[in-house]
């Protein structure tokens, strides 16, 4: 099946300063999503790219579909503490009922 | 009302008894999804629905099963739990259209089977 790769697998960063990561997949996505987890509760949509080369912000977050179609990029500007928790990406998974395969993760550790 | 509640939040259970998990949601979606989270491997789907009675199996599918009997309440059963069942299992919905990915997630059952 479709397997997306994502790094770094952790990051432990000083507040203020700024995160990248990416996902890589071995197949063609026409749809890319980026999920941010909290601790103790359900994943929540940060951005979804729908075409290749868009560059979509959403605050302090920036993602990118990558050219190729075969990757993703999430960064995050002047990290604070509320930014902890797991970052996925996720890409549709065959084409019918919105089924989605989703990147290991990334965990991100804030110090204030 | 939270849109996805899933019960119970937490459960410890033994070796060979079977176990369901229950999702229920409000926001009238069409589309349900239960998927188990585990270090290292990110989500991974195990059953999915696409309507009341109609679902089908996604990659980790074994030793679960699933029903929907209303649009609001998508059950997940493990039918004799083992201990490689342990995990975070989420429930998330979907609402219509092709393109729209933008799942809701419910706050997660944690399962430990002893």
């Not at chain 1, 993602?63 to 500007?77: C, M």
């Not at chain 1, 998974?93 to 110090?111: D, R």
Request: proline content about 4%; some cysteine.
């Amino acid at each position: 099946g479709q397997q997306l790769n994502q790094s770094p697998q952790s990051m432990f960063i000083q507040e203020g300063e700024d995160v990248s990561m990416n996902c890589t997949s071995s197949s063609i996505f026409n749809t890319w999503l980026w999920y941010k987890q909290d601790p103790g509760e359900g994943p929540v949509l940060l951005i979804a790219l729908y075409k290749a080369g868009e560059l979509t912000s959403n605050g302090r977050l920036t993602a990118q579909f990558g050219i190729t179609r075969k990757d993703s990029f999430l960064n995050i500007s002047a990290s604070i503490p509320s930014d902890v928790g797991i970052y996925f990406c996720a890409g549709p998974s065959g084409t019918s009922y919105g089924k989605l395969t989703f990147g290991q993760g990334t965990i991100l550790t804030v110090h204030p | 009302d939270a849109g996805i509640t899933q019960s119970p939040r937490h459960k410890v259970t033994e070796t060979g008894t079977p176990v369901t998990l229950r999702c229920h949601q409000t926001e009238n979606h069409r589309y349900m999804y239960w998927y188990r989270q585990d270090p290292g491997h990110g989500l991974r789907l195990i059953h999915y629905s696409y309507g009341v009675k109609d679902t089908d199996k996604g990659e980790v599918s074994d030793g679960y099963s699933v029903s929907r009997s209303k649009t609001e309440d998508f059950l997940l059963t493990l039918e004799s739990a083992t201990s490689s069942q342990t995990s975070v299992y989420f429930c998330a919905t979907k609402g219509q259209g092709a393109t729209n990915y933008g799942y809701t997630f419910g706050s997660g059952t944690r399962l430990t089977v002893v």
